[in-house]
């Protein structure tokens, strides 16, 4: 009976019902399950009908059954090749008897050079050499795990972090391997900050495997860099700033060794940012806030920071275009603006000419110390030694009215504050009147310096004979 529906398969696959003989080879084995063509004759139909995985386990029943069988091996040896293995699919061609063709190598041959290069490849090329071997698989075959988990790491290293993580997902859905939990874990800290995911795929890794020496390294430094990153922000609310830094480099150094660029390490560099920035450290705030945005470039706490950092370094229009960004990434944030008008302001305050810059002292300078610079600078520019020096008699200019407002308690306020600014400047339309009420010279400081005041600093004789 077994036979008679054997032969009855045989028929129709001649004919190309693959599907039926498959069904006769099936009914047949019911009755003769020792029976090795049987197997053989399925796989075979199976084959046909693109059913490689099923194909696969008869083919190697057969196989184990009649391990000589020369139509067997060669069979079995493109199916392990069609289901993506062409390394073994090669091994099993080289037992034939009589060398497989060249069309019969090439596929797998291609297959084993494409997925090697994508393993040693990095980036773009990496997928591309995957795509590549990924044609040479069986139409309809699942992708192998190995070459999926391949894939997962090929995307996360290009940036493109949550399809790595939902083919990792679908991966550990199928089945639990220390690989594909340790690169979940991986991703879950490169997309987010979920620190606890982490390390509980970390452990369940070493758990499957306890000898695995990578989970093993892992999962104590990411329990490191968690106690690290705690005992930060512990230090950090207990206003214990330069501790909170500390603690923050050390969590940095410990999930670089995980994974780099990833959410989680951005997060961190902003924590030690704002700490850097409450101790007045602002160039490092600015650094460690980069660093952050280098991970993720709209990230709201390191904008911000920077640009607060880029003001209290007086670096105003670099300020500027950092709140602008922010602003660009974060519309629904009004209050910031309130800050933008202040550097808005400075940045309109620097371009007033520098009066102390001008009279060459400190901000802080005293009353004593503004009036014996404005004497001796005087000394040197005034016209009456310069005559026909346009340079000098401008330069005589801005010093006599630098000394005009800083010299004075009031107006020296005003221009500390800038409550000047949106006046008009004392000096911004040149001299209108001079020092001709009672000098014999055509310069002056437009009505401000008291000629008495003068004479008392230079003494009675004038400028004319005072040099």
Known sequence: MAEELRNEGNALFKTGDYLGAAAKYTAALAQDPANTALYGNRAAAYMALNRFEDAYTDGSEALNRDPENQKYIARLAKLTGLLGNPTAALQLYSKLSSPASSNDLFPFLEMERNYKQAQNLEGKAAGYALDAAERYLGKGVNIPASWSLLRAKILASTGKTAEAESLVVNLLRREKTPEALL????LILQNGNEIES???????????DPDNSEARVLYKQIRAMDQAKTSGNTAYTARNYSSAISFYTEAIECINGIVSQSIAVSKLYSNRASAHSVLGNHAESI?????SLEIDSTFDKPMRLKARSLSKLEKYDESLQAYQAYMQAHPEDTQIRVEV??????????????LYKILEI???ASSYEIKRAYRKLALVYHPDKNQGNEEAEEKFKQITEAYET?????KRQRYDSGADIQEEMPFGGGFGGGFGQGFGSPYGAGGGVDPSVLFQMFGNSGFSSGF
């Open 362 to 364: 400190e901000k802080t």
């Open 183 to 186: 690169l979940r874990a991986r």
């Open 341 to 354: 008008r202040t550097v808005e302001f400075e940045i309109k305050k620097g371009k007033r000419k520098d």
């Open 287 to 291: 650094e460690d806030a980069e660093l």
């Open 198 to 208: 982490a390390i509980a795929h970390f452990r369940q890794a070493l758990q499957l």
């Open 406 to 410: 800083l010299s004075d308690d009031q």
